[in-house]
Each structure stands twice: as structure tokens, then as C-alpha cells.
């Protein structure tokens, strides 16, 4: 027979490492495993899933502590970062940095799931500011304490109820994600107390500043990698105010809806972290991992079509969710509605931002 070798145990460590770093998928790290006992130790002792969910997800190293299984709980983890079912990301609003009258306009108002037809009541509302550059900010609570968030989307509030309907967006949107600082501090009702809960957390993600357009209309702003959240908490940071009530002469912000879309790792996966040192432990259940995965492959995943976010027609406030649902609910006659095209880019001038904001 021609004599047959293994060309891997025949390389020095560092090439071996240097071919087998150049594979991008967990998939393919997985087969190379099964390849012989040699091969799949050797990608275990070092680590390469861990390695490979470190390059394309940067956030990962600030886990401290990994499963018992390491290794095979990072590669399971990769597939679930790219392939797990979509879903609608926020669970609960935390806190609004100004809220004008409360509870009407609060912002639990802006997970509001119903059509708000004509009037449009259903928004939150900053309070009044003569300075244009004030900032706002609106926190939530993810479904998970770990997630992948990839894309965000808002709809600017627009008055039909105030002379010549006008939009009061911000100028720009920026981005937070992350955790509290202590768990106990957070135990309690920001909105209630109108306290803002921004000194709270531990934001350990930062997006770009994107510009939002002065429309009524739910904008999409897409991360231009997706972005694990270690915590469970976004915040959207709304930079500069466009619009001035006539009544006072203010400017105000004010939001009809907010979603984040992503994948929730939990129960599959989920971290711990330690209130005084924030470490963060990974944990792992290869049971739930697996059922997931069998319904991804089976097709019956449940994951969201977001090609069917709808579009604002005139003087109608539409929020979204599972369209059966939303058709059966709406029942509004004369309306006709537009559908959002998934790849259409809602950011054009990206790059045109104030500098002023950069800081």
C-alpha cells in the first residue's frame, strides 16, 4: 500500500496553527476535528473556536471564566452567533433621561405594539430644552443578559395633532450596550421616580454616530458588525434636537417606536457577573443548544421575515410586529401600506456627521 502520513504532525506547531487559524467557520473547525484523534486534539488544546469567536465577535473577551468543556462550548457557541432564529431583542424600558408628562408620554410608550391611527397619542416625549445640542437618552432591557444585537430601528414621532405635523427627531443616534454597575441599584423604577439611569451601567460597546432623517417613518440603522451584548441593556443615545414647539418656543424629542433585532444565545448560553470584581462567566447547556439547532434545521425556528417592517403612510403611526397579527388588528379602511425592502440602505450620507457629536 502507499504509505499515508498525517502532514500536520509533520509541521512545526506555529504552521500548523497558521493553516488551521485561516479557517473562518466552527463548521469547518468541527470537520477538521473528526479527522483523526491527533487533529482534534490538537484544535482543542489551542483553543482555535475560542480564538475564531474572539476575531469575529471582539466583545467575547470579556469573559473571564469559560464552561468546563471550553473548547467545544466555543464552537457550539460560533453556530449559535450566526445561526440561531432572529428575534425582536427588547424586553423592557429601563429609564428615560427627561420624560415632559408623565406617564402619557413615557416611554413604555415606544414598545407600544398597537396602530395608533389619525391622533398618533402613542410616543415618549423629552422635555423641553432651549438648547438645540441637548442630548437624550433611552435605556432598555434585552430579552437576554446575552445576545447578538445586528440592526436597530426607530420612528421619529410626527404631531398630526399640531399645526403643519411636525417631526420631532433628532438629528443623530448613537448606540450603547452593556451592564449595571451593580444589579441591586438598577432593583428599582426609574420611570416611576423620573430618574435618569445613564451612571448605572457599564457600557461596554459604543456604535458610530449615525445620522437620522427628519421623516416619519421607522428608520433602520444597521450595525456594521454584529454585536454581542454582555448584560442584557441598550441605550439609545438622541443627539441633537431639529424641532421647536410653537407653543413654547422649545425644542423637544419625541420617539413612537423603538426595536432591536438579534439572536438571544439564552437558554442555550447565558452569563453570570459578579457584582464587585464584574467577572463574566460563561455557561453552557448542550441539551438546549442541540434542541435549537435541530428546529434551525428543521425550518421551524421561528425566525423573523424583517423584509415586512412596514412604512408610515400619511398621518398614520403603524407600529409592527408579527404581520397575521398585525393585519387582524388593524382593520382600518382606506389605508394602504408600502413594505420596507430588507437590503434597502435607509443611511444615505452616512458618513456626514457633526463633529460636534464625536465626542
Not at 473556536?49 to 466583545?59: S, T, Y
Not at 448584560?231 to 417606536?257: M, N, P, S, T, W
Not at 400619511?314 to 382606506?334: S, T
Request: charged fraction near 20%; include cysteine.
Amino acid at each position: 500500500m502507499e504509505t499515508q502520513i498525517d502532514f500536520l504532525q509533520w509541521l512545526e506547531s506555529d504552521m500548523a496553527l497558521k493553516i488551521l487559524t485561516c479557517l473562518d467557520d466552527s463548521a469547518d473547525l468541527i470537520r477538521a476535528s473528526s479527522v483523526s484523534h491527533y487533529w482534534q486534539n490538537f484544535v482543542i488544546s489551542n483553543g482555535l473556536n475560542k480564538q475564531l469567536c474572539l476575531k469575529r465577535f471582539p466583545q467575547l473577551s470579556t469573559i473571564t471564566h469559560d464552561p468546563t468543556n471550553g473548547d467545544v462550548a466555543y464552537a457550539a457557541l460560533f453556530q449559535a452567533l450566526t445561526k440561531f432564529p432572529q428575534s425582536y431583542c427588547i424586553a423592557d424600558p429601563v429609564s428615560a433621561s427627561s420624560t415632559d408628562n408623565y406617564p402619557e408620554e413615557s416611554i413604555l410608550n415606544t414598545l407600544d405594539p398597537r396602530v395608533m391611527v389619525q391622533q398618533g397619542d402613542s410616543y415618549w416625549s423629552s422635555k423641553g430644552s432651549d438648547d438645540p445640542e441637548k442630548p437624550e437618552t433611552l435605556i432598555y432591557n434585552l430579552t437576554a443578559n446575552f445576545c447578538v444585537i445586528s440592526e436597530i430601528y426607530l420612528h421619529p414621532f410626527q404631531a398630526s395633532f399640531q399645526m403643519d405635523f411636525p417631526i420631532y427627531s433628532s438629528r443623530y443616534v448613537r448606540f450603547k450596550m452593556g451592564h449595571p454597575k451593580s444589579w441591586s441599584e438598577i432593583d428599582r423604577d426609574f420611570m416611576e421616580s423620573q430618574e435618569c439611569a445613564d451612571d448605572k451601567f457599564v457600557w461596554t460597546y459604543t456604535s458610530q454616530i449615525f445620522p437620522m432623517a427628519q421623516e416619519n417613518r421607522l428608520q433602520r440603522f444597521k450595525l456594521p458588525e454584529s454585536v454581542i451584548c454582555i448584560g442584557g441593556f441598550l441605550q439609545v443615545e438622541l443627539l441633537g434636537r431639529v424641532q421647536k414647539q410653537a407653543a413654547d418656543g422649545k425644542y423637544y424629542i419625541c420617539v413612537a417606536h423603538v426595536q432591536a433585532i438579534g439572536r438571544q444565545l439564552s437558554p442555550a448560553f447565558s452569563v453570570e457577573i459578579s457584582g464587585k470584581s464584574n467577572d463574566v462567566s460563561l455557561t453552557y447547556d448542550a441539551k438546549e443548544f442541540k434542541s435549537i439547532m435541530q428546529r434551525v434545521s428543521n425550518g421551524d425556528d421561528g425566525s423573523l421575515s424583517t423584509s415586512l417592517l412596514p412604512v408610515q403612510p400619511p398621518r398614520q403611526l403603524i407600529a409592527w410586529g408579527n404581520l397575521p397579527d398585525f393585519l387582524h388588528m388593524v382593520q382600518v379602511p382606506g389605508v394602504e401600506y408600502e413594505w420596507v425592502n430588507d437590503d434597502e440602505d435607509l443611511m444615505d450620507g452616512y458618513d456626514e456627521v457633526d463633529p460636534g457629536f464625536l465626542n
